[in-house]
């Protein structure tokens, strides 16, 4: 019993390892690495950059932007995870986005993805 739980244990870190966690920021650069000291500028330019596992992690401020979910999570590696700094309050705010008359969208677009 007790090999089996180490093992399950194994299993798990070794997912987790997959996992990474990125920031933005507003006095950011989305030619930055993304990381806490180096965050990126915009919502979007990080959703490309994430996969499965990873957690996303915004600062506070106005993000004039939409956004469009190019990649998924998965039942092994877990969740993409985009959350606020805490007592931070971020905004997607889509003053200003043109719009289609013949395709109207939201703030969040999310087509076809999982987790």
Excluded: C
């Excluded at 990381?35 to 990126?40: E, M």
Aim: charge should be negative; aromatic fraction near 10%.
């Amino acid at each position: 019993m007790i090999d089996r739980f180490i093992l399950a244990s194994l299993i798990m870190m070794a997912f987790q390892l997959n996992a990474a966690s990125f920031y933005v920021s507003k006095t950011g650069n989305d030619s930055n690495n993304g990381s806490s000291n180096s965050p990126w500028l915009t919502i979007q330019y990080a959703v490309n950059q994430l996969n499965a596992g990873d957690t996303l992690s915004v600062h506070e401020g106005i993000y004039n932007e939409s956004i469009t979910f190019t990649n998924s999570g998965n039942s092994i590696n877990g969740f993409i995870v985009i959350r606020n700094i805490e007592n931070e309050n971020p905004v997607i705010d889509g003053t200003g986005l043109v719009q289609s008359i013949d395709y109207p969208q939201g703030l969040i677009r999310i087509f076809d993805k999982n987790y």
